[in-house]
């Protein structure tokens, strides 16, 4: 482990008099993690520390209780392993002992200005810089404000923030108008029929789950899930559909043809309130018949029928549509095929009905006003970041990437791709700044490594994708160590560089900024919403935002065929696009690795966040692989064996487990762990590849297909111990 840091945490470094009083205090602090459900968490602080920390019980949609990852968030606050100060690196790139050394925060911030200056300065110019960050907190002023501001300013290179929800949000847009409305989720509870598709709900939005159980009990709702993978939701359902992995428009498709065939249609919505019906229709009727369905989901032909029959006709109707399908070659389409479903029954009509992708944007939140895309010079490059092994090898177009700042992520682990990514940390002449509050998979490769601030050490303003709350998150308790947050860090490089003051101001006017926006935010003032803590947006009681059949379209209706579409070179209606390694259609690929491995996150785990704490990681176990009997039996594996899992692009060593939680020709890895933790030194992302979702230049995690052999002898060590 590099650089522990000394403790006691529990008497933080610098604490001001005003948070330091003896009696204790309570303050409601707002989750940060990159999760729907934007929690609000009741923190307790004695002599300036925290000292308990639960779920807010007068919340309405936090309901007083907290996830299995969070309700242990002191336990990372309070970490001895919180990096607590600024390091240099003394010795070579990669996992190790003490090849950092402990330096000031002038020293540090000298350093990063000064190279940056020089690369901007130089031939390459600041295109050379290439920001990474996604979303280690989801808060406005330390993911989507000054950070944004300083690299607009600065003229580096764009991050295309895509590994996560990219390819669904095109998708849904194409349908919607939209990428981001959709169903209200407090109203799930007046819902008769629930389809989690592609949502490990119970886990990844669990007080939404807790919403979808309420459904149940009070009027008996059916809990469908629709997962290759037989998660923890799917368990937890009245009904589970397992079809193969990257098939989810054509089971769609095939839904459609039997609610056309059997004129289950809601006619009257559909004239109303879309294009292209008839079009639809044609298509699915001559090309998607439940035999043919069945033949590329593995769905029976009988559950096809009978789902398309319950859909059709038990209202409210509510579509969970979540991230699982949209991390497959055709993730995009899949998305815009599905979100047709409720304009074909009416289910938009219905409190609760219709889908639900992402709440984000009821907000109107005036991000333009916070991020100032106009600082950048017009032309100034994207960078796709599933690609960041590709920048980094100098394979894409324009200059080279010199330098590298990463903040909110750790693209080591997470990143499609690995070795290429780890080969292009390795870059000897990169420099690399990381901010993280832990020694990371990606802080081993960093040059300069700065300590960030946890949720309850700095003030944050926050959004969420599934629910309708704005929300404040006042600072708690003062810095650990000499840690800093974001928007800090980011300032005092600004200032250093030169750039505008009135461009980097302080955090009130910041939030005052972004709640100048649309009409959702009216009346939510900076003083009101620091005095109530979280305020539902202006928003109708009984919410339905296309009850009326009027969409964000250019035809102002659901597009169920797209000009748009075939303008981007599209097919305009909705089709099936195979996954790009799928066996079906790929049966040389299929001949060498002819699994298909799924590698969502695991329930203790927020993707590689808690992977490091002792608490998490008891709790979770170490790396496993999941493959159905038969595919262990006829490679010579038992349960508990160790393996090997590979493709062409990489390896990673994980314990088989028999779990009965796939189908043959399907395999599970679930994480994200670190690879400085794991035998082997490397990851599930090891083996999963950087090519791209049909639209929105998406990540394909899911669509990978692989072999697994046992493991001659006992497992490699892994390059640190946590
Ligand atoms: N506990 C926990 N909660 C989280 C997160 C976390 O890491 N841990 N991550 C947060 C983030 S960043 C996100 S983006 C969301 C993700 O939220 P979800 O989308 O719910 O998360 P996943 O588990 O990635 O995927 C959901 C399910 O899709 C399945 N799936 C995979 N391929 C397919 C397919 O082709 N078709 C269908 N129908 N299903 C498929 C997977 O097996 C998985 O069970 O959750 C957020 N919440
Ligand atoms: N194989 C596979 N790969 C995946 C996924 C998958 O399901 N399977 N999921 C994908 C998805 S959905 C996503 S969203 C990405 C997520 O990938 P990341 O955005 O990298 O998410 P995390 O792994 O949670 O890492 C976030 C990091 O931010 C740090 N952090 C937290 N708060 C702060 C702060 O205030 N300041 C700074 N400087 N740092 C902070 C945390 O300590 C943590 O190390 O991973 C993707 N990768
Ligand atoms: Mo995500």
């Known amino acids: ?53 639960r779920g807010d019980r007068e919340h309405p949609f936090t309901r007083g209780f907290l996830c299995q990852k969070m309700a242990r968030y002191l336990d990372r ?56 960050s996604y979303y280690g907190t989801m808060g406005k002023l330390q993911a989507e404000s000054l950070d944004r501001r300083f690299f607009h300013r600065l003229g580096a290179s764009m991050l295309d923030r895509t590994i996560c929800a990219s390819a669904g949000g095109v998708g849904y847009e194409y349908t919607m108008g939209t990428g981001r409305l959709g169903a209200d989720p407090m109203a799930v509870v007046d819902c008769s029929l629930i389809i989690n598709w592609g949502s490990n709900t119970a886990n990844t939005n669990s007080h939404l789950w807790s919403l979808m159980i309420e459904a149940r009990k009070r009027h008996g709702a059916s809990i469908i899930t629709i997962d290759p993978y037989t998660s923890p939701t799917a368990r937890r359902s009245d009904w589970h559909l397992q079809p193969r992995p990257g098939t989810d428009a054509a089971l769609a498709l095939g839904l459609m043809h039997v609610i056309w065939r059997d004129g289950l249609q809601d006619q009257d919505y559909l004239d109303r309130g879309t294009v292209g019906a008839e079009l639809l229709r044609d298509r699915v009727l001559k090309e998607y018949a439940p035999d043919r369905v069945s033949a590329i989901t593995g769905v029976p032909a009988s559950s096809i029928e009978e789902l398309a029959r319950r859909y059709a006709t038990e209202h409210p109707s509510l579509i969970r549509l979540n991230y699982g399908l949209q991390r497959h070659g055709g993730g995009g389409m899949a998305v815009r095929t599905i979100s047709c479903l409720p304009a074909i029954v009416g289910a938009w009509r219905h409190r609760g009905g219709g889908v639900l992708l992402s709440t984000s944007g009821t907000y109107g939140l005036n991000s333009p006003a916070l991020t100032r895309p106009d600082l950048s010079p017009p032309g100034t490059r994207s960078v796709n970041m599933n690609r960041l092994g590709e920048a980094l090898l100098g394979e894409l177009d324009g200059p080279p990437v010199r330098a590298l700042y990463v903040y909110n992520c750790n693209p080591a682990a997470v990143a499609p791709d690995q070795a290429k990514v780890i080969r292009g940390l390795s870059r000897a002449d990169l420099f690399t700044v990381v901010h993280e509050l832990f020694p990371t998979d990606t802080v081993d490769y960093a040059d300069i490594v700065l300590p960030a601030t946890s949720q309850l050490e700095h003030e944050d303003l926050h959004t969420s994708y599934g629910h309708h709350f704005v929300m404040h998150n006042p600072r708690a308790i003062a810095p650990v160590g000499e840690s800093r947050s974001n928007a800090e860090v980011f300032r005092a490089l600004a200032a250093r560089l030169g750039f505008e003051p009135k461009l980097f101001p302080d955090d009130d006017t910041l939030m005052r900024q972004a709640l100048d926006g649309g009409p959702a935010l009216a009346g939510i003032s900076l003083e009101r919403l620091k005095a109530e803590g979280s305020i539902r947006l202006n928003l109708p009681e009984d919410y339905r935002p296309f009850a009326d059949g009027v969409f964000p379209t250019p035809s102002g209706k659901c597009e169920l065929y797209s000009d748009r579409m075939k303008a981007a070179g599209l097919d305009p209606l909705p089709t099936y696009i195979p996954p790009h390694e799928d066996p079906i259609t790929k049966p040389d690929l299929a001949a060498k690795y002819p699994l298909q491995l799924l590698s969502p996150p695991r329930p203790q785990f927020l993707n590689s966040t808690f992977a490091n704490s002792a608490s998490h990681l008891k709790a979770a176990g170490g790396p496993t692989i999941e493959l159905a009997a038969e595919d262990a039996s006829s490679r010579g594996l038992s349960d508990g064996d160790w393996a090997e899992v590979f493709n062409d692009r990489g390896r990673f060593v994980a314990r088989v487990a028999l779990t009965g939680a796939v189908r043959p020709g399907t395999a599970a890895s679930t994480g994200i762990y670190w690879s400085r933790l794991s035998p082997g030194g490397s990851g599930v992302n090891a083996t999963t590849s950087a090519a791209l979702t049909d639209m929105g230049g998406g990540a394909t995690f899911f669509d990978n297909l692989v072999e697994v052999r046992k493991l001659d002898g006992p497992p490699p060590a892994s390059p640190c111990e946590s």
């Open 1 to 53: 482990m590099i650089a522990r840091p000394t403790p006691p945490p529990t008497l933080p470094i610098g604490d001001p008099p005003a948070l330091a009083t003896a009696t204790p205090t309570v303050v409601k602090n707002v989750c940060p993690l990159d999760c729907p459900d934007t929690c609000r968490m009741v923190v307790t602080v004695r002599n300036g520390v925290a000292t308990d920390l």
């Open 77 to 132: 606050v309070y970490s001895p392993d919180r990096l607590t100060h600024p390091l240099r690196r003394v010795g070579p790139k990669g996992p190790g002992r003490g090849r950092f050394e402990r330096i000031g925060w002038d020293e540090a911030l000298d350093l990063i200005a000064d190279r940056f200056r020089a690369i901007a300065e130089s031939p390459d110019g600041p295109e050379a810089i290439l920001p990474y």
